[in-house]
Structures are given as structure tokens and as C-alpha cells.
């Protein structure tokens, strides 16, 4: 408990320093950019860090939470000194800030509160429960801190990249928990936000549309969902936003930082998930094609490898390992017949989309899962989609025949662009529809398409944002010009229209994110409203502290950085000891007594689940190898596996109830050879079986 404790001060040193680090280079390399900005660098910086560091020590086989800690402390101590010895350079201030910037930056500091509230609340203080959480990718990385590498075939999805993964690996790999899991998504929630205040303002949009955008785009049911879980859409929808948003900047001013940035971003996509692959497609193209349009042929060659290079240094690996574990980058999905194994275990793969479907009810389900999962902006940009692109193309185009504003024109066709082709790579990606053939239920449930829909409907609000900002702009022109000739009442009525349209787009804002806040936020409306005085005490203070003499805020801060450090020790010893009391007597209740009954065994076995979500079998210490197979499709494969893996127990299923059925026939596989597989214990949900010596030697009987 105390050992977390103290791992957990040395982990915040390091990660702080991780940040601080990056956030000096980035003040270096965009002197001009404001903090807004500089915050998206400093997150891709230090992400690209993150993955660096895993893929070296994973490579080398020494793969370890207090290797990545050493390997950490000693880049971010490497970079503060180099950076500290060419303190000289002169720095570029930025612009002076003004009112409204001052309070949009209290806005979004409101929101960083409520993100943390909800790591905290839903997070933190809670087990995981989420599917794909226990499933995929806890399990994914606590096989990668038992074999030292990021090649762990003991688990079912050993295939899957994992650069968002890796986040978590750095949160849980030097404690002996993983209780700081939930902290996962909130550097991809950070960047979806100020990608997309980037891309919109890029595009022409005033300030308050821009930041309207990126609250909207954060303010949806998926992202606050996924900021106490580790699931990675959030992840693919910020990196694509992001990725779209550097290619803008370097189109625009050509500037080789933003074409690095560009790079660093596709190849942190890339490597996040099979089905990224298609967004960072669409953005390595528009990349080379817009490189192709502004300098010529030359420039197009060398942007298209140097984005070639962030692909490969940041997202190949996990192409480059399956391709040669398994014959292909996409394992299971191969390019023949005899080793497609996708096409075995999914035959109705291709039903499973949106443009295979071929369902009556697939289209009006969709649009019923966006409003119900993402919310009435969404709704409404959505809506607005093919009317604000038609804007986007028309006047993007007549800004590129103007000397003065072609760089603006060119990101408007660019994100214009992006909008159908991104829905094309939605239409095409698999599960958005059903799981089950036949049933439509993802479609029924709502989250699943809603969460594969962020890239494209991301998209639609930058748009929509950038047509509304016109919209204003225009009527705020007509109204101010040539007043002399116009009525006063002419005047004031466009200038109230105006005003009334960004207050309008404002309250859909606050509303999606108040409905979306409370739907996730479990908490009654006393613990909310003590909350809401909280948070309001604490910018009252911040604002007072900002009032003293220089050398009270001193005293202040440092009284405040060690209450803070202990606060931290302290909080990190509960956790650790809440987890580790507590993890099997919860999980007991999912698992019908299961975990407990293997937790008894008195060593830490080898241990097969044919089970889909397996995460609690592994123990609260990571002391149990529990190994899930991926496919089973009949005895001789098990057999197989349990060699393979020299497994000593295997608990499976009673009933394999659901719908992938992977190990249907499993426990009839185990009752058909009792001289090699042993029952001792069972329940209405889980067989516990021990393997005998002789699995070693003797066949499966056939069937």
C-alpha cells in the first residue's frame, strides 16, 4: 500500500517532468502559437514519447514499469538540460490576451474539472466494468508486464495495436494494481478538444465558433463514457482531428515543425486501430495531395515520405510483428482464402456495416443512435452536413482566387473534403451495425455506432461551425456598414439576429454537455450542486492568491505543492489498498465466486479462460497468467493451445450464451477426456478443470 504510495510521487515526478519537458520544447519550436495549441503539441509530443520508450523496451524484451520510469526520467531530464543550455535563443511572445480569450480559458478549465471528476467518480473509486475494458485492453496490457514485451500471444487480441494502450501501460505498469487505468483517455479527450478548435479556427471561424466547436465535440456521451474506461475511439477521433489539423497549418504556412507534427500524429493513428487505418489514409492523402497542389511534384515526393517515416517509426511496429508472427500486418484478416481467419470467425463481416447491411432500418437506427448517444449539435451538424460541405467548397474556393486569403480557402475544401470520404471509411467499417447476423444489435444499442461515428461526425461540427461563423460575420457586417443610410432599427435587428445566433449555438452546447454530463456523472443532485461551490471556491481562491505580493504567493504555492504531494501519497495508498481488498469480492459477484475459488489455489498457475471478459481471473497483483484463446473451432485447436501454453488449469464456461459463441464446445471437449482433464469445481456459470501431465503426450478423441 505504502510502496504505491511512494511509486506513486516518484510516477508523478517523472510524468510531470515527461510533460514539462515537452511543453519547453514546444514554447521553442511554435514561438507564435497561443496556449490553446501549444497544449495540442505538448500532448502529441509526449504521447509520441510514450510509445518511443514502450516499443524500445518491448523490442529489447525488458519491457517493465521501472524500466519505462528509468527510460522516462532520463528523456525528460535529457531535454530539460538541452533545452536549458540553449536558453539564449531568443523567445517570441505571443499575442496579449484578451477578455474573451481569458474567459474561454476559464470555460475550459471548468471542463478539465468535470473530466477529472468523472476519472475520479466513475473511474477511480470503481472497479471496470466496461466490455471491452475487461475483454481487450487491461488484459492486453497486464500480458505485456508478464512477458516483458508487446508481443503477448497468450491473449486473444495480441494482434491489435495498441498506441492507446500504451497510455495505460504508463499509468499502471510501477504499481502493483491497476487502479490509475482510468486516466487512460484523458490525453486523447484533451486533444480532441483542441484539434478541433484548431482545425475550425484554421478554417475562418471566429474564436467563439472555434471554441463552441470543441466543446461540442467533447461534450458527447462516448467521450465522457471513455474518460473512466480504456477504450480507443476517443483516441482515433483526436489523432485524425489532429492529424487534419497540423496538414491545414502546414499547407497553409509550410512550416516544417507543423509538417513533423503532421507526421508524428498519422503515425500515433496508425497504430491505434485497425480501423484508423482508413482516416489515416484519407489524411496521409490529403497531405500529399495538398503538398502536391502548393509546391509541386518535388515537395509532394518528400512530405509523402517523411509522413511514410511517422508512420512507420510510430504505428509500424505493430504491422511489422504481426506480419511476421502471423503472415499478415491485419491478423486474423489475411489476403487468401486458406489463412483468412477473420473471414472463419466473422463470414457476415460484410453485413456488419453500414453500406452492407442492406437492411431497411439501418439508416433511421443510425441517425436515432446519434441523437440518443451524442446529442442535438451532433444532431443538428449532422443535418446540416451537406449544405455546410456545398458552403465550405463554394467559398473556399472563391477565398483561393484571393492574394490574401488562400490559405484559409484551401483548409475549407480540405475539411469539406474530408467530410464524405470519412463517411465512406464509416460506411465500410465492420460491427457499426451488428455483432449477432440478422439482429442489428449494436445498431439497437446505440453506443457502438455512435463511438465509431466521432471521426465523421467530429467533422460535421467543425463545418457546421465554420458556416455558422460566416453566417454571423455576414450579418454583423451588413449591420455596421454604411449605418448612415440605413435605420436604426435595420441595425440593431442585425446586430441582435447575430448575437441571438451565437447564443443559440452556445445553449445547444450547454445543454448537450449538461445531458450528457448528468447521464454519466453518477452522483445524486446534492453531491452535484456541493460540486458546482467546490469548483466555484477554487477560482475564487485562484483569483485572490493572483491579487497578493509576489513573495505570499510563494509561501501560498509551496504550502499548496506539499499539501498537494501528500494529498496525492495518501490518495495513492487507499487506492492501492481499496483495490486489493475489494477486487475479488466484487469480481465474485460478476464470476459466481470463480475468481475466488482460483485465487485459493495457493501459486500463481497457468491458467486458460474460455471467457470473454477474463481481466479479474489475472488477480488484483497480476499474480495469476490467466491466457484467453481467440478461436476454438474444435478440440485438436485446444488441445493445441494447452500445449502451447503448458496450461495447468482451464475454466470455462457452463454455457457459452453469447453471441460470438467461441467456446460453445469447450466444456464437452474437457467432459469427453476425464483421463486428461479433471473437474474440481463448478457452479452455475464456471467449470474449474485441472490438466493432467499427460496432455503432453496424448491426442484429443475424435468427434
Same mark, same amino acid.
Given at each position: 500500500m505504502w510502496f504505491d504510495a511512494l511509486i506513486g510521487l516518484v510516477w508523478l515526478f517523472v510524468t510531470a517532468g515527461l510533460v514539462g519537458a515537452a511543453w519547453l520544447w514546444v514554447k521553442e519550436l511554435?514561438?507564435?502559437?497561443?496556449?490553446?495549441?501549444?497544449?495540442?503539441?505538448?500532448?502529441?509530443?509526449?504521447?509520441?514519447?510514450?510509445?518511443?520508450?514502450?516499443?524500445?523496451?518491448?523490442?529489447?524484451?525488458?519491457?517493465?514499469?521501472?524500466?519505462?520510469?528509468?527510460?522516462?526520467?532520463?528523456?525528460?531530464?535529457?531535454?530539460?538540460?538541452?533545452?536549458?543550455?540553449?536558453?539564449?535563443?531568443?523567445?517570441?511572445?505571443?499575442?496579449?490576451?484578451?477578455?474573451?480569450?481569458?474567459?474561454w480559458t476559464w470555460v475550459w478549465l471548468s471542463l478539465l474539472a468535470f473530466a477529472l471528476v468523472q476519472v475520479t467518480f466513475n473511474g477511480l473509486t470503481r472497479f471496470p466494468m466496461d466490455w471491452d475494458t475487461l475483454t481487450y485492453h487491461l488484459p492486453l496490457v497486464v500480458q505485456w508486464l508478464r512477458v516483458g514485451s508487446l508481443y503477448a500471444p497468450a491473449d486473444a487480441f495480441w494482434y491489435n495495436p495498441g498506441n492507446n494502450e500504451l497510455w495505460t501501460l504508463w499509468q499502471v505498469a510501477p504499481f502493483s494494481g491497476d487502479f490509475l487505468h482510468s486516466f487512460t483517455n484523458l490525453p486523447a479527450t484533451i486533444l480532441l478538444a483542441c484539434a478541433a478548435v484548431e482545425l475550425t479556427q484554421s478554417?475562418?471561424?471566429?474564436?467563439?465558433?472555434?471554441?463552441?466547436?470543441?466543446?461540442?465535440?467533447?461534450?458527447?456521451?462516448?467521450?465522457?463514457?471513455q474518460l473512466a474506461t480504456t477504450e480507443n475511439d476517443v483516441a482515433v477521433a483526436a489523432l485524425f482531428v489532429a492529424s487534419l489539423a497540423y496538414i491545414v497549418r502546414h499547407l497553409q504556412g509550410g512550416q516544417v515543425m507543423d509538417l513533423v507534427w503532421a507526421c508524428a500524429s498519422l503515425g500515433l493513428l496508425v497504430g491505434t486501430k485497425y480501423y484508423a487505418l482508413g482516416y489515416a489514409a484519407l489524411a496521409g492523402g490529403v497531405l500529399v495531395g495538398g503538398a502536391f497542389f502548393r509546391r509541386g511534384l518535388s515537395a509532394c515526393v518528400h512530405t509523402g515520405l517523411a509522413a511514410l517515416v511517422g508512420c512507420v517509426l510510430l504505428g509500424g511496429y505493430w504491422y511489422a510483428r504481426n506480419f511476421l508472427v502471423a503472415g499478415s500486418p491485419t491478423f486474423p484478416k489475411s489476403f487468401t482464402a486458406d489463412t483468412d481467419l477473420w473471414a472463419m470467425m466473422r463470414?457476415?463481416?460484410?453485413?456488419?456495416?453500414?453500406?452492407?447491411?442492406?437492411?431497411?432500418?439501418?439508416?433511421?437506427?443510425?441517425?436515432?443512435?446519434?441523437?440518443?448517444?451524442?446529442g442535438i449539435c451532433h444532431v443538428a451538424a449532422l443535418t446540416a452536413a451537406p449544405v455546410s460541405v456545398l458552403f465550405l467548397l463554394i467559398t473556399g474556393y472563391r477565398l483561393l482566387r484571393s492574394a490574401t486569403a488562400q490559405s484559409v480557402g484551401l483548409s475549407r475544401i480540405v475539411v469539406a473534403f474530408c467530410v464524405p470520404v470519412s463517411f465512406l471509411v464509416l460506411g465500410f467499417t465492420p460491427n457499426v451495425v451488428e455483432v449477432q447476423p440478422g439482429t442489428m444489435d449494436m445498431l439497437y444499442r446505440g453506443y457502438l455506432p455512435a463511438r465509431f461515428s466521432l471521426c465523421f461526425l467530429s467533422l460535421c461540427v467543425v463545418v457546421s461551425a465554420v458556416a455558422f461563423s460566416d453566417l454571423v460575420r455576414t450579418i454583423g457586417h451588413r449591420s455596421s456598414g454604411d449605418t448612415e443610410r440605413k435605420s436604426?432599427?435595420?441595425?440593431?435587428?442585425?446586430?441582435?439576429?447575430?448575437? =441571438? /445566433?451565437?447564443? @443559440?449555438?452556445? !445553449? $445547444?452546447?450547454?445543454?448537450?454537455?449538461?445531458?450528457?454530463?448528468? #447521464?454519466?456523472?453518477?452522483?445524486?443532485?446534492?453531491?452535484?450542486?456541493?460540486? =458546482? /461551490?467546490?469548483? @466555484?471556491?477554487? !477560482? $475564487?481562491?485562484?483569483?485572490?492568491?493572483?491579487?497578493?505580493?509576489? #513573495?505570499?504567493?510563494?509561501?501560498?504555492?509551496?504550502?499548496?505543492?506539499?499539501?498537494?504531494?501528500?494529498?496525492?501519497?495518501?490518495?495513492?495508498?487507499?487506492?492501492?489498498?481499496?483495490?486489493?481488498?475489494?477486487?475479488?469480492?466484487?469480481?465474485?459477484?460478476?464470476?459466481?465466486?470463480?475468481?475466488?475459488?482460483?485465487?485459493?489455489?495457493?501459486h500463481a498457475p497457468k491458467l486458460c479462460v474460455c471467457d470473454y471478459r477474463y481481466y479479474p481471473f489475472f488477480g488484483s497483483r497480476r499474480d495469476t497468467w490467466a491466457h484467453r484463446p481467440l478461436?476454438?473451432?474444435?478440440?485438436?485447436?485446444?488441445?493445441?493451445?494447452?500445449?502451447?501454453?503448458?496450461?495447468?488449469?482451464i475454466v470455462t464456461l457452463q454455457a457459452d450464451t453469447y453471441v460470438q459463441r467461441r467456446y460453445v464446445n469447450v466444456r464437452q471437449w474437457l467432459d469427453d477426456d476425464p483421463a486428461l482433464f479433471s473437474l474440481d469445481w463448478e457452479d452455475g456459470k464456471h467449470a474449474l478443470f485441472r490438466v493432467n501431465s499427460g496432455i503432453w503426450q496424448r491426442k484429443p478423441h475424435s468427434n
Open positions: 511554435f514561438p507564435h502559437d497561443n496556449p490553446f495549441a501549444r497544449t495540442m503539441h505538448t500532448v502529441v509530443l509526449v504521447w509520441a514519447a510514450v510509445v518511443g520508450m514502450s516499443i524500445s523496451l518491448g523490442t529489447l524484451g525488458i519491457l517493465s514499469g521501472w524500466f519505462l520510469l528509468s527510460v522516462g526520467a532520463l528523456l525528460s531530464l535529457t531535454a530539460i538540460v538541452i533545452h536549458w543550455r540553449r536558453r539564449g535563443i531568443p523567445q517570441v511572445a505571443c499575442e496579449p490576451r484578451t477578455m474573451a480569450a481569458s474567459a478554417s475562418g471561424a471566429s474564436r467563439a465558433f472555434a471554441n463552441l466547436a470543441g466543446v461540442a465535440v467533447v461534450s458527447v456521451w462516448p467521450v465522457f463514457r463470414p457476415e463481416s460484410w453485413g456488419s456495416t453500414l453500406f452492407g447491411s442492406g437492411q431497411v432500418d439501418v439508416w433511421p437506427l443510425a441517425f436515432e443512435a446519434v441523437r440518443a448517444m451524442l436604426w432599427f435595420a441595425v440593431a435587428s442585425r446586430k441582435y439576429v447575430s448575437i =441571438a /445566433v451565437i447564443a @443559440l449555438v452556445a !445553449a $445547444l452546447c450547454g445543454w448537450q454537455l449538461y445531458n450528457n454530463w448528468l #447521464r454519466t456523472l453518477r452522483t445524486d443532485a446534492a453531491d452535484r450542486l456541493l460540486l =458546482a /461551490v467546490d469548483l @466555484l471556491l477554487v !477560482a $475564487l481562491l485562484i483569483q485572490l492568491v493572483r491579487e497578493l505580493s509576489v #513573495r505570499l504567493k510563494a509561501v501560498l504555492m509551496s504550502g499548496a505543492v506539499l499539501a498537494l504531494l501528500l494529498g496525492i501519497a495518501v490518495g495513492t495508498a487507499h487506492l492501492s489498498s481499496h483495490w486489493h481488498e475489494r477486487f475479488a469480492v466484487h469480481y465474485s459477484r460478476m464470476y459466481s465466486n470463480s475468481v475466488l475459488q482460483i485465487a485459493d489455489k495457493g478461436w476454438l473451432p474444435d478440440a485438436e485447436a485446444l488441445y493445441d493451445y494447452l500445449r502451447r501454453h503448458s496450461i495447468e488449469l
